[in-house]
């Protein structure tokens, strides 16, 4: 029971942290993260207890499929080469230079287990990443960096650590097999993602029902990530891969309640999972100050010399991995998000925060090796481990917004301004051609049409009113504000029709089940 109120305190959390993080200017998550650490130091709060191999899979797969549905296959596509150089190549020099200096300043501690806490450090958090970077209005192109840098850098990451952690484990390491277990891991996940992908979308048709179909995408990032784990693939490239099949096969433009509640469920999903995760990054500090025991000083020393590397060489590979980007952007001319001044690339060097993966595989390090000897370096591994996330997390993330606002780097609106007005003349054509063709094979009277080509006018002019000319404008207001005004009383209407109906609920012979089907053909009239 202790747990399970534990579990409700956090998830109360998750909600407050976010009006509060607006109000007081900054990210929930660090803010959830404060909290944990607060509850960590408090005496009535139990330590948490949940067995390290499953805060992974419980928690990145809904977290990761969130993330996704931000996003498209065409941004990553486009940002293939920055994503790469993040997400690929970063994490392999993050983990060397990791495990360098971990090899040489932590006595006793073996490079296999040095490789792994290198690994383990490596990949800034998606969740943190997008969720802070996201929260200070950065440009776009950079969050979509972001996105694709934390969503696939896990892959690499896990399977690095998974490496490591069996020579550190058998004493045996083969590159040969390693580099196999890359490639089959990277296969199997695709190909479970897909298969999953495709098994889903034949069961949303067959559902109908969008209250159904949003619950099978509940489950859906749990099944892949555990059915490729099973079949030695990457649980988390299954579940980017079958988030994006599924964005790309199942949009369907009228599907209007389905779309709604999608994004509203996930959207409660992504806050309740994500301040869980961060809360519990908090509480954990409890116990791994419990592992410092006796040289406490020493320990803190080895923690700020790896978080002074993994920041360091995040700034020494951005700088010239920008500059390449731009270099082949430039000759090649391809539609690529890229930092576009030295500003933003100082920015996102300071987005590089650490989360829940990195917790995750610290905490999942086994207790022995096959011959019963205690895991060379265990609780130095996690000490630094906590050290990187709580630098990374608690003070970059807290200092990222002043960061942002001193170099000035803003979202580009007039960009998407300027889309938008595209957006809406494309959908206001459509809507007149569609018009046209109804023309063709029925007859309206005149006061009809004419209403109908206005309406399919006021369609582009509702979703960015600078389409028009100054004079179309002004009529475009007064029709608005007429119509503002109609809609002030239907609602009003529909509101005294819907108390009626709700009143009915509790007198005496009232079927509740036809009050309640009246009540949503009432609610669908009032969405519409």
């Known amino acids: 029971m202790e747990q399970m109120a534990l579990l409700l305190l956090l998830l109360l959390g998750a909600v ?26 408090t005496p009535f709060v139990p330590n948490v207890d949940i067995p390290p191999e499953i805060i992974l899979p419980a928690l990145l797969p809904p977290l990761l499929y969130a993330t996704v549905q931000r996003t498209s296959w065409r941004q990553f596509a486009a940002n293939r080469r920055p994503i790469f150089l993040l997400a690929v190549a970063l994490v392999f020099v993050t983990t060397a230079a990791v495990a360098a200096v971990a090899n040489s300043i ?90 999953i992908g495709w098994l889903t ?25 555990v059915l490729a784990e099973e079949l030695e693939g990457s649980g988390v490239l299954a579940v980017l891969t079958v988030a994006l099949f599924l964005a790309e096969h199942t949009a369907d433009a009228d599907d209007v309640l389905g779309r709604l509640t999608g994004r509203t469920f996930w959207d409660i999903v992504d806050t309740l999972v994500t301040g869980v995760a961060f809360g519990l990054i908090g509480l954990e500090l409890h116990s791994v100050f419990g592992t410092a025991d006796g040289h406490a000083l020493e320990m803190v020393g080895w923690g700020l010399a790896i978080v002074a590397v993994v920041v360091g060489v995040r700034l020494l590979w951005l700088l010239p991995a920008t500059w390449l980007a731009k270099r082949l952007h430039t000759r090649r001319d391809v539609s690529e998000e890229i930092p576009t001044s030295w500003r933003e690339t100082v920015v996102m060097w300071w987005a590089g925060m650490r989360g829940v993966a990195s917790v995750a595989l610290a905490l999942a390090i086994p207790l022995e090796t096959d011959d019963g000897q205690p895991f060379p370096g265990r609780e130095e591994i996690i000490f630094i481990a906590f050290a ?75 979703i960015s009113p600078e389409m028009v000319d100054e004079e179309r404008r002004e009529a475009y207001a007064q029709r608005a504000k007429r119509f503002k005004e109609v809609s002030r009383v239907q609602r009003e209407m529909m509101s005294a029709a819907r108390h009626e109906v709700l009143s009915a609920r509790s007198e005496p012979g009232s079927d509740p089940e036809v009050v309640d089907r009246v009540l949503r053909y009432l609610d669908f009239r009032s969405l519409r």
Not at 19 to 40: E, F, Q
Not at 206 to 221: C, E
């Open 388 to 462: 990187v996330i709580m630098a990374t997390l608690v003070f970059q993330g807290l200092t990222l917004p002043w960061l942002v606002r001193k170099l000035k780097v803003r979202a580009d609106t007039a960009a998407e301004e300027a889309l938008e007005r595209d957006l809406a003349i494309r959908a206001a054509k459509a809507a007149k051609y569609r018009l046209k063709e109804i023309q063709e094979v029925e007859e309206f009277p005149e006061e009809v049409l004419e209403r109908l080509q206005r309406a399919a006018y006021d369609i582009g002019a509702r």
């Open 106 to 195: 932590v006595p006793g501690l073996p490079i296999a287990a040095a490789v792994a806490l290198g690994a383990l450090v490596a990949p800034p958090d998606p969740v943190a990443a997008t969720a802070v970077a996201g929260s200070v209005g950065l440009p776009r192109r950079l969050v979509s960096i972001l996105e694709g840098e934390g969503l696939f850098n896990d892959v690499t990451a896990i399977v690095l650590y998974h490496v490591a952690i069996a020579a550190a484990v058998s004493g045996t390491f083969s590159l040969p097999e390693a580099f196999g277990l890359l490639i089959l891991s990277a296969v199997v996940a695709v190909a479970v993602g897909l298969a």
């Open 201 to 225: 979308i034949k069961l949303m048709n067959l559902l109908g029902d969008a209250t159904l179909q949003v619950g099978l995408t509940l489950l859906v990032p749990f099944v892949a990530y």
């Open 16 to 41: 407050v942290t976010v009006p509060l993080g607006d109000r007081l200017g900054l990210p929930a998550p660090v803010l959830m993260t404060l909290a944990g650490i607060a509850m960590a130091f």
